[in-house]
């Protein structure tokens, strides 16, 4: 807000400001005031030429600190002149930015890019300023590589905190650490009047050298006060540091809170690619972690604890940067998520905080009512702390006590008086407050239940548990800490593994009443441990959240599946500890979520890719597992959200494996004599089986078929060019390694081609046409069986709509009733004789779910029959894939009684219920007959009915 109408802004055209101008001018700063009464003249000759209604430019700074420092010759100045110099372009540019933004001329982000810019180009200019008078004494320094190769060495000058994310506030200090490459030798000559002394030295009186250009105060005040303190060792140590040296302290000495500020970590200027890419691999690694890293929320207490005692020793309880709700907090809640994130996800590897926030917003880390506050909050935050620093160019974000102040602070930023700002100031810290102590508070303190989780009542604890655990899970839990693994741990995951124990217990303790599942969860969470100790952030995570710790008991009593899930890939454990499985993303959300991931991925980076598709696809299995336990989810919409996560996954496969072969490739030409687009690329795929049908469960294989209506002879546009089959069958290449091929993450899914034309022996991708012929001439009756459950899946339009009209075609083609009878009773007898449980088993009185007489193939093989034999009378049967809407239109056909389909379907989702609780359990499908022998009897008795003989028996 700003009291000035637009009206009275100052024109660009005019030199002189107008009475009411100065009254905003002088209302807002002291100091900018007195620098326009002082050096009036000079003043409206620099807003002459840069008008205050405009912005400025990167190439404008540079040629005005050109121009400063220069001396009456066109030469570059002396020492003196220079800091003159710039210390004169400052107060001009200080003034200039303070009534801009008194005057609501400027945006909050181009104000601070613009204040950052100005350090860049005075850092740069120091650097360059200090380098060639140090090599004119010294020569340059030089080092000797691996190789033996001899290097000119650079200096990287990195900026942290607000200047490394272009964030600069008006009264800013800059936060610097200086970098070299190696130890070495400056190539000194005493004959050419140099002297050659070590590489330390020189980049330390480099240093020294830009530190006094910039920061010395002289009679004409400084240009940035520089700050050091954050380089490795602070205070006291090497000003600056080789890259071999920063290696080690960020490998052996980093620091939990150095993560932070090397997080906003970035190069001034320009330096050899070599080198800038050594120092951001050193870097990055050490900032974001590949897993998902809560051990930065620790970090954040701590750094916290420090500041709240810092403002609370100083009574310093009106600072918006520190104070309850301030910047800080802001800045604190964003990096957070991005330190513990950032690894798993690139697009929040990003500097600027009002970035990063919307990034966490889209990736729904924050949600809209928490993002909305925390922007509103920073910009009124960053607009006051401006405000504050005019007042007399002072690095403080304390509030004014002075009444006079006061209330020219709150008329410069468009309040009536400093009641009402205060009242705008406390709503927005409260906004800030809530979300920073829920971050750093709530997630510690377990939900006060019947267990409260109290560290010094820890061996009362223990005690209480011993009651709940059998002797054998008792003799597990002690095995497991006497263990050598346990014994060998380094200090800090003993440490870790030690605090999260009482989370644990109370976990345990939580389901005491419950001392089955207590005891079942026991030794699955003891080998999760043993998974996850010498990768001890993941201890950090399970610390972190004491609430949903409790619910991952019962997951892992429920099912060893999950639990093996869990342990092999502990990476998933923050998509179930965050509880993601409430809410089941539908098919567009998880298409967007995927989307998001991938939008980072350089197009060239297949490991990556391999390892987003498979994150993706084992976090969203996890959360429906997770839902289907927790929740007790239907089964139907089990499958549903299963079958989404693989559509999405191919969908996702088949866009980035297009895109890769035209890049090498060119685009093929269609059969329509046009290259085809990313669009209508030619080639699409077809899934069959539990694909085919939304059916998956969770170790679901994917059989899938390929067709194109690509020109096989046509000869792709690019320069290196392959005939279309050659593209079409490279493109199913590349679809299979990115879905089948075994990475750390394992692999996206199993792939099945066997129903393939010509099954093993068949090509790996058809042409529509060559489909047709072979489905309508040379397919056995068991492969239209399986067209039954086919469906297109994704890929051109133009063929997924050919192979659609295809499959009608085939299932409606006339047959007698008897012979599919015939054909379909055949087939399912085979399958029972290779693949139903033996007449022994049967005598024992098991039951195998899928393959015995009774089972599931049954009713499939019933939906199949009624598709097969009544489509060329009755076309819509060929409408569906899936065997519930199968019999649904089957009833509302009157082919069946209602009631006969109506039991089928339910039988059929009963045991398909039971098969995804056996799947989770790690559990064969063998069962007991008796709890199952109403189904089976009612499947056997409408099998004998509908195929007029008696049901399959082996």
Same mark, same amino acid.
């Given at each position: 807000?700003?009291?000035?109408?637009?009206?009275?802004?100052?024109?660009?055209?005019?030199?002189?400001?107008?009475?009411?101008?100065?009254?905003?001018?002088? %209302?807002?700063?002291?100091?900018?005031?007195?620098?326009?009464?002082?050096? +009036?003249?000079?003043?409206?000759?620099f807003?002459?030429?840069?008008?205050?209604?405009? #912005?400025?430019?990167?190439?404008?700074?540079?040629?005005?600190?050109?121009?400063?420092?220069?001396?009456?010759?066109? =030469?570059?100045?002396?020492?003196?002149?220079?800091?003159?110099?710039?210390r004169?372009?400052?107060?001009?540019?200080?003034?200039?930015?303070?009534?801009?933004?008194?005057?609501?001329?400027?945006?909050?982000? =181009?104000?601070?890019?613009?204040?950052?810019?100005?350090?860049?180009?005075?850092?740069?200019?120091?650097?360059?300023?200090?380098?060639?008078?140090?090599?004119?004494?010294?020569?340059?320094?030089?080092?000797?590589?691996?190789?033996?190769?001899?290097?000119?060495?650079?200096?990287?000058?990195?900026a942290?905190?607000k200047?490394?994310?272009?964030?600069?506030?008006?009264?800013?200090?800059?936060?610097?650490?200086?970098?070299?490459?190696?130890?070495?030798?400056?190539?000194?000559?005493?004959a050419?009047? +140099?002297?050659?002394?070590?590489?330390?030295?020189?980049?330390?009186?480099?240093?020294?050298?830009?530190?006094?250009?910039?920061?010395?105060?002289?009679?004409?005040?400084?240009?940035?006060r520089?700050?050091?303190?954050?380089r490795?060792?602070?205070?006291?140590?090497?000003?600056?540091?080789?890259?071999?040296?920063?290696?080690?302290?960020?490998?052996?000495?980093? &620091?939990?809170?150095?993560?932070?500020?090397?997080?906003k970590?970035?190069?001034?200027g320009?330096?050899?690619?070599?080198?800038?890419?050594?120092?951001?691999?050193?870097?990055?690694?050490?900032?974001? $972690?590949?897993?998902?890293?809560?051990?930065?929320?620790?970090?954040?207490?701590?750094?916290?604890?420090?500041?709240?005692n810092?403002?609370?020793?100083?009574?310093?309880?009106?600072?918006?940067?520190?104070?309850?709700?301030?910047?800080?907090?802001i800045?604190?809640?964003?990096?957070?998520?991005?330190?513990?994130?950032?690894?798993?996800?690139?697009?929040?590897?990003?500097?600027?905080?009002?970035?990063?926030?919307?990034?966490?917003?889209?990736?729904?880390?924050l949600?809209?009512?928490?993002?909305?506050?925390? @922007?509103?909050?920073?910009?009124?935050?960053?607009?006051?702390?401006?405000?504050?620093q005019?007042i007399?160019?002072q690095?403080?974000?304390?509030?004014?006590?002075?009444?006079?102040?006061?209330?020219?602070?709150?008329?410069?930023?468009?309040?009536?008086?400093?009641?009402?700002?205060?009242?705008?100031?406390?709503?927005?810290r409260?906004?800030?407050?809530?979300?920073?102590?829920?971050?750093?508070? *709530?997630?510690?303190?377990?939900?006060?239940?019947?267990?409260?989780l109290?560290? !010094?009542?820890?061996?009362?604890?223990?005690?209480?548990?011993? %009651?709940?655990?059998?002797?054998?899970?008792?003799?597990?839990?002690?095995?497991?800490?006497?263990s050598?693994?346990?014994?060998?741990?380094?200090?800090?995951?003993?440490?870790?593994?030690?605090?999260?124990?009482?989370?644990?217990?109370?976990?345990?303790?939580?389901?005491?009443? @419950?001392q089955?599942?207590?005891?079942?969860?026991?030794?699955?969470?003891?080998?999760?441990l043993?998974?996850?100790?010498?990768?001890?952030?993941?201890l950090?995570?399970?610390?972190?959240?004491?609430?949903? #710790?409790?619910?991952?008991?019962?997951?892992?009593?429920?099912?060893?599946?999950?639990?093996?899930?869990?342990? &092999?890939?502990?990476?998933?454990?923050?998509?179930?500890?965050?509880?993601?499985?409430?809410?089941?993303?539908?098919?567009? *959300?998880?298409?967007d979520?995927?989307?998001? =991931?991938?939008?980072?991925?350089?197009?060239?980076?297949?490991?990556?890719?391999?390892?987003?598709?498979r994150?993706?696809?084992?976090?969203?299995?996890?959360?429906?597992?997770?839902?289907?336990?927790?929740?007790?989810?239907?089964?139907?919409?089990?499958?549903?959200s299963? %079958?989404?996560?693989?559509?999405?996954?191919?969908?996702?496969?088949?866009?980035?494996?297009?895109?890769?072969?035209?890049?090498?490739?060119?685009?093929?030409?269609?059969?329509?004599?046009?290259?085809?687009?990313?669009v209508?690329?030619?080639?699409?795929?077809?899934?069959?089986?539990?694909?085919?049908?939304?059916?998956?469960?969770?170790?679901?294989?994917?059989?899938?078929?390929?067709?194109?209506?690509?020109?096989?002879?046509?000869?792709?546009?690019? *320069? !290196?060019?392959?005939?279309?089959?050659?593209?079409?069958?490279?493109?199913?290449?590349?679809?299979?390694?990115?879905?089948? #091929?075994?990475?750390?993450?394992?692999?996206?899914?199993?792939?099945?081609?066997?129903?393939?034309?010509?099954?093993?022996?068949?090509?790996?991708?058809?042409?529509?046409?060559?489909?047709?012929?072979y489905?309508?001439?040379?397919?056995?009756?068991?492969?239209?069986?399986?067209?039954? $459950?086919?469906?297109?899946?994704?890929?051109?339009?133009?063929?997924t709509?050919?192979?659609?009209?295809?499959?009608?075609?085939v299932?409606?083609?006339?047959?007698?009733?008897?012979?599919?009878?015939?054909?379909?009773?055949?087939?399912?007898?085979?399958?029972?004789?290779?693949?139903?449980?033996?007449?022994?088993?049967?005598?024992?009185?098991?039951?195998?779910?899928?393959?015995?007489?009774?089972?599931?193939?049954?009713?499939?093989?019933?939906?199949?029959?009624?598709?097969?034999?009544?489509?060329?009378?009755?076309?819509?049967?060929?409408?569906?894939?899936?065997?519930?809407?199968?019999?649904?239109?089957?009833?509302?056909?009157?082919?069946?009684?209602?009631?006969?389909?109506?039991?089928l %379907?339910d039988?059929?989702?009963?045991?398909?219920?039971?098969s995804?609780?056996?799947?989770?359990? *790690?559990?064969?499908?063998?069962?007991?007959?008796?709890?199952?022998?109403?189904?089976?009897?009612?499947?056997?008795?409408?099998?004998?009915?509908?195929?007029?003989?008696?049901?399959?028996?082996?």
């Amino acid at each position: 807000m700003s009291p000035v109408q637009p009206s009275t802004m100052l024109n660009s055209a005019s030199y002189q400001p107008t009475t009411v101008q100065l009254q905003v001018l002088q %209302t807002a700063s002291e100091f900018a005031y007195q620098i326009w009464e002082r050096r +009036t003249i000079s003043c409206q000759t620099f807003l002459r030429s840069y008008p205050l209604a405009q #912005t400025l430019t990167r190439q404008q700074i540079d040629d005005l600190i050109q121009d400063y420092t220069l001396d009456e010759n066109y =030469q570059l100045a002396d020492e003196i002149k220079v800091m003159s110099g710039l210390r004169h372009l400052r107060m001009l540019l200080m003034m200039r930015w303070i009534w801009q933004d008194a005057l609501g001329l400027i945006a909050l982000e =181009q104000l601070t890019d613009e204040l950052s810019e100005f350090a860049d180009g005075c850092i740069l200019f120091a650097k360059h300023y200090t380098y060639q008078h140090l090599v004119s004494q010294y020569g340059q320094p030089t080092f000797i590589d691996a190789k033996g190769v001899q290097h000119t060495d650079d200096m990287a000058i990195m900026a942290m905190g607000k200047l490394g994310a272009h964030e600069l506030n008006l009264s800013s200090d800059i936060d610097l650490i200086f970098v070299h490459q190696a130890r070495g030798q400056t190539d000194g000559d005493k004959a050419k009047g +140099t002297r050659s002394i070590d590489n330390k030295r020189f980049m330390t009186r480099l240093g020294q050298g830009i530190i006094k250009l910039l920061d010395n105060c002289t009679a004409d005040g400084f240009v940035f006060r520089v700050d050091m303190r954050l380089r490795p060792w602070g205070d006291g140590s090497d000003l600056a540091i080789h890259l071999s040296a920063l290696q080690k302290y960020f490998s052996n000495h980093g &620091r939990a809170w150095e993560r932070f500020a090397w997080l906003k970590a970035r190069v001034v200027g320009q330096i050899n690619p070599p080198f800038y890419d050594e120092l951001q691999a050193l870097i990055k690694p050490f900032v974001f $972690r590949y897993y998902v890293d809560y051990s930065a929320f620790s970090a954040l207490r701590e750094m916290k604890s420090l500041i709240q005692n810092q403002v609370a020793q100083r009574e310093d309880l009106d600072n918006i940067k520190l104070g309850a709700g301030g910047i800080r907090d802001i800045e604190f809640i964003v990096q957070a998520f991005q330190l513990i994130y950032g690894g798993r996800h690139p697009q929040l590897q990003i500097k600027p905080c009002l970035q990063a926030m919307h990034e966490l917003y889209l990736l729904e880390y924050l949600d809209r009512p928490t993002y909305e506050n925390l @922007q509103a909050a920073y910009r009124f935050l960053r607009r006051l702390e401006h405000a504050i620093q005019a007042i007399n160019d002072q690095q403080t974000q304390r509030l004014p006590h002075d009444s006079y102040w006061q209330h020219n602070l709150a008329l410069t930023l468009g309040f009536d008086d400093w009641d009402a700002l205060l009242v705008t100031l406390n709503g927005h810290r409260e906004n800030v407050n809530v979300p920073f102590e829920r971050m750093v508070t *709530e997630r510690q303190i377990p939900a006060q239940d019947s267990v409260t989780l109290d560290p !010094t009542n820890l061996e009362e604890q223990i005690v209480q548990l011993d %009651t709940v655990l059998s002797e054998e899970s008792r003799a597990q839990l002690q095995a497991f800490w006497q263990s050598k693994m346990v014994a060998n741990l380094s200090k800090e995951a003993r440490e870790r593994l030690d605090n999260v124990y009482p989370v644990i217990i109370h976990a345990l303790l939580a389901h005491q009443e @419950q001392q089955q599942l207590a005891n079942a969860a026991l030794p699955r969470l003891i080998a999760l441990l043993e998974a996850i100790c010498r990768r001890s952030i993941y201890l950090v995570m399970i610390a972190e959240n004491p609430n949903a #710790t409790v619910e991952l008991i019962p997951m892992l009593s429920a099912s060893p599946w999950i639990a093996h899930e869990l342990a &092999r890939y502990p990476v998933l454990l923050d998509t179930f500890l965050q509880q993601r499985y409430r809410h089941l993303p539908d098919k567009p *959300e998880l298409r967007d979520i995927l989307r998001q =991931q991938l939008l980072r991925v350089e197009p060239d980076d297949e490991e990556e890719l391999l390892s987003v598709l498979r994150l993706f696809k084992k976090n969203q299995v996890l959360a429906v597992a997770a839902s289907d336990v927790l929740a007790e989810r239907p089964i139907m919409k089990v499958s549903d959200s299963l %079958t989404y996560i693989a559509e999405v996954v191919l969908e996702a496969a088949l866009e980035r494996a297009f895109a890769e072969l035209v890049k090498r490739y060119g685009y093929p030409i269609g059969q329509d004599g046009d290259p085809v687009t990313e669009v209508d690329c030619g080639f699409a795929i077809i899934g069959y089986g539990k694909l085919g049908g939304l059916e998956l469960s969770y170790a679901s294989d994917l059989d899938l078929v390929f067709l194109h209506k690509i020109k096989e002879q046509g000869m792709t546009t690019g *320069e !290196t060019s392959v005939s279309g089959m050659k593209f079409a069958a490279r493109l199913a290449q590349k679809l299979m390694t990115y879905l089948n #091929t075994q990475t750390r993450d394992g692999r996206a899914y199993e792939i099945d081609m066997r129903l393939r034309p010509s099954g093993n022996a068949g090509m790996m991708v058809v042409s529509c046409h060559a489909f047709e012929t072979y489905q309508r001439e040379k397919a056995w009756s068991w492969e239209h069986q399986a067209l039954v $459950r086919a469906r297109a899946i994704c890929g051109d339009k133009r063929v997924t709509a050919r192979f659609c009209a295809i499959r009608r075609t085939v299932l409606a083609l006339p047959r007698t009733i008897e012979q599919v009878r015939i054909e379909v009773t055949s087939m399912r007898l085979k399958m029972q004789k290779h693949l139903g449980s033996s007449q022994r088993k049967q005598q024992d009185g098991n039951f195998d779910l899928k393959q015995d007489a009774g089972g599931i193939v049954d009713i499939e093989f019933l939906a199949q029959f009624a598709v097969l034999a009544y489509s060329h009378q009755y076309p819509s049967l060929t409408k569906w894939s899936d065997n519930v809407r199968i019999f649904e239109e089957v009833a509302l056909l009157g082919i069946w009684e209602v009631q006969v389909c109506q039991d089928l %379907t339910d039988a059929y989702l009963r045991i398909r219920a039971a098969s995804h609780q056996l799947a989770l359990a *790690e559990q064969s499908l063998l069962v007991d007959e008796a709890l199952w022998h109403e189904t089976r009897a009612l499947v056997q008795s409408q099998w004998q009915h509908l195929m007029g003989g008696e049901s399959v028996e082996p």
